[in-house]
């Protein structure tokens, strides 16, 4: 595609966007900004796999994006974490490949990295690539006010999904994000609600400085702060990793240290510290001694919590694939780019309320 064209359907995009635009942080923008009210996103509010799949599906067959007027393929670099990180970012993959394939009128690359640095290098490259459109779930909120430059300056769109950074919103069109901070403060919320006497808490943490990792942590951090009840027997980082989230677990348990909640800042790092409780023959779940959270609504997941193993997951929505398409397709022609953040809908799942329908529908 003529990088021109594109440039000029960008600087259109980009300056309409400006003019309704939110704030100037892409954090606050996220972590404030109300629930998307389109008929598109009421469509995903109980966003399950085959539902999305669906609907990515009849989106690729009645409502493709047209290739170039010159024949080419829209040129897509896509940057994600590692798709073996979790449950989440597998299903997270998934989406993005299923729509953004050759038949739906794309070209796309993907590049993997859990760290910050090498997912620079890879936009790096792909602006070098000349593609058309950069699409960015970053690991680390900050450092990329440079490269997202160089982009804007090659005439590369920049949609950011699944999560936030901090830079300023003049460098990419949208962004279409869960809202960590409320997934924090709900899942605190609901281990408040619980009336414990005191509340002595395993923290795992996910890759630091990852927006997920600051919006399930300072929800939490919060509550320790201004609670005397609530401490924190240990914080650390399992980097998203079962097993080092049982070394964590373990450790404790070694210590002869007293805990009595594990809030895992993921499915599947609270599986790892389930599995360190079940090898010390220490109970878990709902009227047990030791209440279990996790995030990201695996299907396994919610099994858990159906059989009274787990007490709490939060979801995290890793079906963006038909948003960012719809975002692509306003920039091609010409059109007004109509919300610069897009929130996804969200909730978290008590293992006392929780239906096998709940399961169905919101385990990815």
Not at 168 to 181: G, H, R, T, W
Not at 231 to 253: C, F, G, R
Request: hydrophobic residues 40%; aromatic residues 6%.
């Amino acid at each position: 595609m003529k990088k021109r064209t594109v440039a000029l359907m960008l600087t259109a995009a980009m300056t309409a966007a400006s003019l309704a635009g939110c704030g100037s942080s892409s954090q606050t923008a996220a972590t404030t900004a109300a629930p998307a009210t389109t008929a598109a996103q009421a469509e995903t509010e109980a966003p399950k796999e085959t539902e999305a799949e669906a609907e990515t599906e009849a989106q690729a067959e009645t409502d493709a994006p047209a290739p170039a007027a010159d024949g080419e393929l829209i040129k897509v670099g896509i940057i994600n974490n590692d798709p073996n990180e979790s449950g989440y970012r597998t299903a997270n993959d998934a989406d993005l490949k299923k729509m953004f394939t050759k038949e739906n009128g794309y070209d796309a690359s993907f590049a993997y990295s859990l760290k910050n640095d090498e997912q620079i290098t890879a936009a790096q490259k792909f602006i070098q690539d000349e593609v058309d459109f950069l699409l960015l779930s970053a690991a680390d909120t900050s450092g990329w006010d440079s490269v997202l430059q160089d982009a804007n300056d090659a005439g590369i769109g920049v949609i950011l999904f699944d999560r936030t950074i901090d830079a300023s919103e003049d460098l990419y069109l949208a962004s279409i994000v869960s809202d960590m901070a409320k997934e924090g403060e709900t899942a605190v919320n609901w281990l408040a609600g619980q009336g414990l006497d005191s509340y002595n808490i395993i923290h795992i943490q996910g890759v630091m400085g990852s927006a997920a990792q600051q919006g399930r942590t300072g929800a939490l951090d919060a509550k320790v702060a201004a609670e005397d009840s609530w401490t924190l027997v240990t914080q650390q980082t399992a980097e998203w990793n079962s097993e080092k989230a049982q070394q964590i677990v373990q450790s404790v348990i070694d210590s002869g240290t007293e805990f009595n909640v594990i809030y895992a800042e993921n499915d599947d790092m609270a599986k790892g510290a389930v599995a360190a409780l079940d090898k010390a023959n220490i109970s878990h779940g709902v009227g047990k001694d030791v209440i279990v959270m996790g995030f990201d609504c695996n299907k396994w997941a919610l099994q858990e919590l159906l059989a009274g193993n787990w007490n709490y997951d939060g979801q995290c929505n890793p079906f963006q694939a038909s948003y960012i398409d719809k975002i692509i397709k306003q920039v091609m022609n010409g059109e007004e780019i109509t919300e610069k953040t897009i929130i996804m809908d969200e909730k978290g799942f008590d293992a006392e309320e929780i239906t096998e329908d709940d399961v169905n529908t919101y385990g990815i």
